[in-house]
């Protein structure tokens, strides 16, 4: 079975992100690592591996130029190669032009099953998967909680604020997965010396037949004109009484704020 | 009219229209108002339970549009709205919709982003109207807020829970019932398991009663249920008690889990990592109760108790009880 994981590039969420001049997050001022959710389908994909099935995992990511770091250590997890479309035009997109160029890219590839996160950690708009499935003409399960392929189908637990729903749908598909598919692993020594000799194959926009000037910042839907820092919430009160005078403390503050 | 401004609603697991749907309504109804544009909603459901939601929908707005999706029976539900949503809106290239962020909302926003070529603002906790939607987001864990328009005026808008309080109109609008049209999905529902029935969604509450690593366990959490049902709020928690299997995932809250807006939130043996802090800073009020002092909670509580949880939660409880009697 042929598996692609799309795995979106991010900066490290340690606080330190910023906007550069051009009122976009400054990529090149903090580390990139790949994102979050897409760790975890990555995970349930080399899973699916480890239990014994005949599974090749490729990594499809558009990024600028620290893309191939990130994609490094994907391939340390246990990937098997990885393409990255990176154009200098493509700098600035929108989660629109990146569905769309994901979609491009998708085109020359072959595979059973995409993989995605359910959203990023830095734009979160959580709306790239389910566009990229309508432009490529794939069934799309969103927020599985577990991935079975069975046969030339493939079967998900659907995340619900209740529970779960039951998916299932003909391969090829879009899947998309999140935390509770269970903690990635981390590279072992021997995954990081072998990711170095597995090949990231870099796509121009001309190798996936894109109009540059339909791209980029110039092209996006959306304009951010300014921003500014939230008020800080005024300093908290601190209690340190034993517990029954603590208590009293805090039932009185909720009734102050018309808490209860 | 173009230009029409459109609300897309969903029913929660009750049937009811959610919360979050009845906010982005609201939200929608305003932006009319002062934008001198029509308003609309739509609201997409089997042909037997789509009327009633609809109904509570056009509550919020002059007119609704209930879309029959037999499929809805069978398959998920976003893909189907998308349509709909072609189908409802049809030739006005000019309309703007707005979405609640949930996940069958941002799923919809996803398919219709393809569907009609136009450009998301996601996550838009305020919006207003300049010649077209401009929306205020916070970014990077709500470190900065950023504004954003649309390069020529419309689009999809997604809308976090608690942009506007939800507030019926004066009068209730009309609905209109249309069938869906085009070839079934592809993806089909094979079951719908509910583990949590009853129970209070944290996003719909009040009062929340969250608990974290500091809790120790699924025993510690019948103690964060127990005040949580005193105060007759909903229990959530931190990932570190997801992970360790304490509670189930639905009940998580932060960057990986669920945004809310609560009055009350009471983190109890949470630290207040950024992750977390990004899912319930837009609390109205927050209670922390910690034994470390220095806990990152602390600088966004807005009371902070220094304390074993396992001694101020039973105090709390009695504390509570008697003020009631
Ligand atoms: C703070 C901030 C706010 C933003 N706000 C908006 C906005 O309101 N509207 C807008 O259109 N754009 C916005 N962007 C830009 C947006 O992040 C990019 O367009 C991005 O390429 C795709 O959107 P996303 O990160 O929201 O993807 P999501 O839809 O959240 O991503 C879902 C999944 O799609 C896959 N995926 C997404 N992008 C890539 C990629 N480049 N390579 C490989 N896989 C990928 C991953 O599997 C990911 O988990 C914002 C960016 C930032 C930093
Ligand atoms: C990509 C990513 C996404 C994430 N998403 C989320 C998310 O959605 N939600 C989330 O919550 N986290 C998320 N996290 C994890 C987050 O970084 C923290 O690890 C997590 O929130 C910690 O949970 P905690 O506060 O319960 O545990 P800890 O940080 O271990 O804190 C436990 C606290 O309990 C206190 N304590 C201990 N005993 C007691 C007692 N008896 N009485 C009172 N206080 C006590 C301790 O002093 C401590 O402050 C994410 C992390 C990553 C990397």
Redesign the interface.
Same mark, same amino acid.
């Given at each position: 079975m042929k598996i692609v994981i799309l795995a979106k590039p991010v900066p490290d %969420?340690t606080?330190q &992100?910023?906007?550069g001049p051009d009122?976009r997050l400054d990529r090149a001022a903090i580390p990139p690592v790949i994102n979050?959710?897409d760790e975890y389908v990555l995970e349930a994909a080399l899973r699916l591996r480890d239990a014994g099935a005949e599974v090749s995992v490729t990594l499809l990511a558009m990024a600028g130029a620290f893309g191939p770091d990130a994609l490094r250590k994907g391939l340390a997890m246990g990937a098997d190669n990885a393409y990255l479309v990176s154009d200098p035009a493509l700098a600035g997109s929108?989660?629109?032009t990146t +569905?769309r160029v994901l979609a491009a890219a998708l085109a020359k590839l072959e595979f059973d099953l995409v993989l995605a996160g359910?959203?990023s $950690? !830095?734009?979160?708009?959580?709306?790239?998967? +389910?566009? #990229? *499935? =309508?432009?490529s003409g794939l069934?799309? #399960? $969103?927020?599985a /909680?577990s991935i079975t392929p069975d046969g030339d189908k493939v079967?998900i637990k659907?995340?619900? $604020? /209740?529970?779960? !729903?039951?998916? &299932?749908?003909?391969m090829p +598909?879009l899947v998309t997965g999140?935390? *509770?598919l269970g903690?990635p692993r981390y590279p072992t020594l021997r995954g990081i010396m072998g990711a170095r000799s597995k090949t990231i194959t870099t796509w121009a926009l001309a190798d996936l037949g894109i109009d540059p000037a339909t791209v980029g910042a110039d092209a *996006?839907? =959306?304009?951010?004109? /300014?921003? =500014? @820092?939230?008020d800080a919430? =005024?300093a908290?009160?601190?209690?340190?009484d034993?517990?029954?005078e *603590? +208590?009293?403390? @805090?039932?009185d503050?909720?009734i102050e704020?018309r %808490? @209860? | 009219m173009p230009g029409t401004l459109w609300a897309i609603a969903e029913a929660g697991p009750d049937g009811h229209l959610t919360k979050l749907s009845a906010e982005v309504a609201t939200l929608v109804r305003g932006l009319g108002a002062a934008a001198g544009r029509d308003v609309a909603g739509l609201v997409t459901g089997t042909p037997g339970a789509v009327a009633a939601v609809a109904a509570e929908l056009a509550a919020y707005l002059p007119r609704v549009v209930a879309l029959e999706a037999a499929a809805a029976a069978t398959s998920p539900i976003a893909q189907l709205a998308a349509q709909g949503a072609v189908q409802a809106i049809g030739a006005d290239p000019d309309a703007s919709i707005f979405i609640g962020n949930s996940p069958d909302g941002r799923d919809t926003a996803g398919f219709l982003m393809a569907a009609l070529g136009v450009g998301v603002i996601s996550n838009a906790g305020g919006v207003a109207w300049n010649g077209g939607p401009v929306a205020e987001k916070g970014v990077f864990g709500g470190r900065l807020i950023t504004t954003s328009s649309f390069a020529d005026g419309h689009g999809i808008v997604t809308v976090p829970l608690g942009s506007v309080p939800a507030e019926e109109a004066a009068s209730a609008g009309v609905v209109e019932t249309i069938t869906l049209a085009g070839a079934a999905p592809t993806v089909t529902v094979l079951e719908r398991v509910s583990e949590a029935a009853g129970a209070v969604q944290i996003e719909e509450a009040k009062i929340i009663v969250s608990g974290g690593r500091g809790v120790g366990g699924p025993d510690g959490f019948a103690l964060v249920g127990l005040l949580a049902e005193t105060l007759g709020g909903a229990v959530a928690a931190s990932r570190a008690a997801v992970d360790a299997g304490w509670i189930p995932y639905a009940r998580q809250v932060g960057q990986t889990g669920k945004i809310v807006k609560p009055e009350v939130y009471i983190a109890l043996g949470i630290s207040g990592a950024v992750q977390h802090k990004v899912g319930m800073q837009g609390a109205h009020t927050i209670v922390a109760v910690n034994t470390d002092p220095d806990a990152p909670i602390a600088e966004f509580a807005d009371l902070f108790v220094v304390g074993n949880l396992f001694e101020v939660v039973p105090a709390l409880v009695a504390e509570l009880e008697s003020r009631k009697a």
């Open positions: %969420a606080g &992100e910023r906007l009122l979050g959710n929108d989660a629109r +569905a359910v959203d $950690s !830095d734009g979160a708009s959580g709306v790239v998967a +389910a566009a #990229l *499935a =309508s432009l069934p799309y #399960l $969103s927020y /909680t079967r659907r995340f619900s $604020s /209740t529970g779960y !729903d039951v998916l &299932e749908a003909p +598909a999140m935390q *509770a903690e *996006a839907a =959306s304009r951010v004109s /300014t921003f =500014s @820092i939230p919430r =005024s908290a009160r601190v209690v340190r034993p517990a029954p *603590a +208590a009293k403390q @805090i039932v503050f909720l704020r %808490a @209860i | -």
